[in-house]
């Protein structure tokens, strides 16, 4: 037997990773005309997406998701400011961002980080669920 038998790591049903706040993390200035993945060091506790640009933004879980059918759409910004999802409680090592109608968007992303690492939700299919009903 291993003498870190002990150290086990954290995975997806782990509650205390999520009662906790998540490390933070933020990327800006995205550029989302081609279907972008925005990758995530540890899944996610949540997330929040801001449409800097006027045209609506489309966020899935898959590149075949933004391309497809299976995405919800992030509004453009207007006189009243950028356009935001709310904050989203989701574990994810990824999401992806897509804006058809601009082909150079503005996007920025701020997530909350567990302490649980990507692999735990990798499937046969790929990393965050992708193949998955409703992903892509």
């Known amino acids: 037997m291993a003498?870190?038998?002990?150290?086990?790591?954290?995975?997806?049903?782990n509650?205390?990773?999520?009662?906790?706040s998540g490390e933070p993390w933020?990327?800006?200035s995205i550029d989302a005309g081609?279907?972008?993945k925005v990758a995530f060091s540890y899944l996610t506790r949540w997330i929040q997406v801001t449409n800097n640009d006027g045209a609506p933004l489309r966020v899935g879980f898959s590149e075949l998701g933004?391309?497809?059918s299976n995405y919800f759409t992030c509004p453009g910004s207007s006189s009243l400011g950028p356009g935001q999802t709310?904050?989203?409680e989701l574990k994810v090592q990824q999401i992806w961002l897509y804006?058809?109608?601009?082909?150079?968007?503005?996007?920025?992303?701020?997530a909350g980080l567990t302490g649980i690492a990507?692999?735990?939700?990798?499937?046969?299919?790929?990393?965050s669920w992708s193949g998955s009903a409703g992903v892509g």
């Open 3 to 13: 003498d870190n038998y002990w150290a086990v790591q954290p995975g997806l049903n």
């Open 86 to 88: 709310p904050v989203l």
């Open 34 to 36: 081609d279907a972008t």
């Open 15 to 20: 509650v205390g990773s999520y009662q906790v």
């Open 99 to 110: 804006s058809p109608a601009n082909p150079s968007s503005d996007v920025d992303v701020v």
């Open 118 to 127: 990507g692999v735990r939700c990798a499937t046969d299919d790929g990393p």
């Open 66 to 68: 933004v391309s497809g």
């Open 26 to 28: 933020a990327l800006s």
